[in-house]
């Protein structure tokens, strides 16, 4: 190796952190003064849309200037610079679906970084009540998962709550299959979600283990930590689940589709502010009467609004529906359809609009 080189390009890297290093610094002033300006207005720190246009935007310069960073790389950065700042004027902290570890974990931390603090929660209504009663300032809450379905639990909870979702994240799910078993024959059990055991059904046919026991847990995290602790035992698990608990990881994206995903809930207790490029979630309990759902998907077609998503779900033995579609409640023609059909329609929030669709 040419040393003087190796030097030479480290002195490099140097000058150039020192100048980011004091770049931050000046930005975090700045975010000071914009959190002074909340401060006596009340306005929310979080604000999602803004983080949203201010990646945009710089995606835009980085292809138009031929950087080499793409989005993925422009948002973990970003959104770590964000929280930073956020966490600066504010400490924040967030209840999950945990443990640790888990899914809603990794959406939680994709989202709020490395200084917030987390607060495991073993269950959705356990967040919901941990956010309302503000021991949290956010939750994050799975809503629906694109092999399994919508969460039953977080459609109760959002009709019960006076809760906002103030924003989605999608993350595309991979199981491992973890185990202190050198052999796939040496496994006589297996932990994991009930959930993750439907999604790994193939795999789990294709290595012969379909005929072993299988034993539903409340997290795949905790399966791991249970495999660990068990000789003959296997999770399946994430990929941090298995390092979390030092499991061994004998299989990775053991999934069926290729196309696993689960959509997560950012709620907390204010609403945002148009971002032009949001959703709106609703429920929905129509009149018993014939045509009531049609009249109201009537209104919404003649109003030009694109309906993403439409599901039916029954609570405490009525039917409801969980409706999203593209726009923000403040725009003129969604304001004047929810007006419409206020008395049947319970506004969850709107919130930018994720480009991981599920
Ligand atoms: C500084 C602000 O507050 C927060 C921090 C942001 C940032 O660091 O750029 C952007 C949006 C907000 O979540 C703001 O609203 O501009």
Do not use: W
Not at 193 to 211: S, T, Y
Not at 302 to 321: D, P, R
């Amino acid at each position: 190796m040419n040393e003087d080189g190796l030097l030479e390009l480290r002195n490099k890297l140097d000058s150039i952190d020192n100048e980011l290093l004091a770049l931050i610094n000046e930005r975090m002033k700045i975010v000071h003064q914009v959190g002074a300006l909340k401060a006596k207005s009340g306005g929310a720190i979080y604000r999602p849309e803004r983080e949203k246009a201010i990646i945009d935007r710089l995606e835009k310069l980085n292809k138009e200037s031929n950087g080499s960073l793409n989005r993925a790389a422009i948002e973990a950065l970003f959104l770590e610079i964000f929280a930073i700042s956020r966490n600066i004027e504010l400490p924040e902290n967030v209840a999950y679906l945990g443990p640790e570890g888990s899914f809603t974990h990794q959406a939680a931390e994709g989202r709020f970084g490395a200084m917030s603090s987390y607060i495991s929660i073993s269950s959705i209504k356990g967040i919901f009540r941990e956010v309302s009663t503000k021991k949290a300032r956010f939750g994050v809450v799975p809503i629906e998962n694109s092999s399994n379905g919508i969460v039953t639990d977080t459609i109760n909870c959002l009709k019960q709550y006076d809760l906002k979702i103030i924003a989605e994240v999608v993350l595309d799910i991979h199981h491992t299959l973890a185990t202190n078993c050198d052999k796939i024959k040496d496994i006589k059990r297996i932990y994991s979600k009930d959930i993750a055991f439907d999604q790994c059904r193939k795999f789990l046919a294709n290595v012969g283990l379909d005929e072993v026991e299988q034993i539903p847990i409340e997290s795949t995290t905790k399966a791991a930590k249970i495999a660990v602790e068990e000789e003959g035992s296997a999770a399946i698990c994430p990929h941090v689940g298995a390092k979390l608990h030092n499991l061994p990881i004998l299989f990775e994206n053991i999934e069926d589709t290729d196309n696993n995903k689960t959509r997560f809930f950012i709620i907390s207790d204010f609403e945002n502010a148009s971002s032009g490029n949001d959703k709106t979630s609703i429920l929905v309990k129509f009149a018993d009467r014939q045509g009531a759902l049609f009249e109201f998907l009537k209104d919404f077609n003649e109003a030009g609004i694109n309906l993403t998503k439409i599901k039916s779900h029954i609570v405490e033995g009525n039917s409801i529906f969980f409706i999203d579609f593209d726009g923000h409640k403040d725009d003129e023609n969604v304001k004047n359809v929810l007006l419409k059909h206020s008395e049947n329609v319970k506004v969850l929030g709107s919130y930018v609009k994720e480009i991981n669709d599920i």
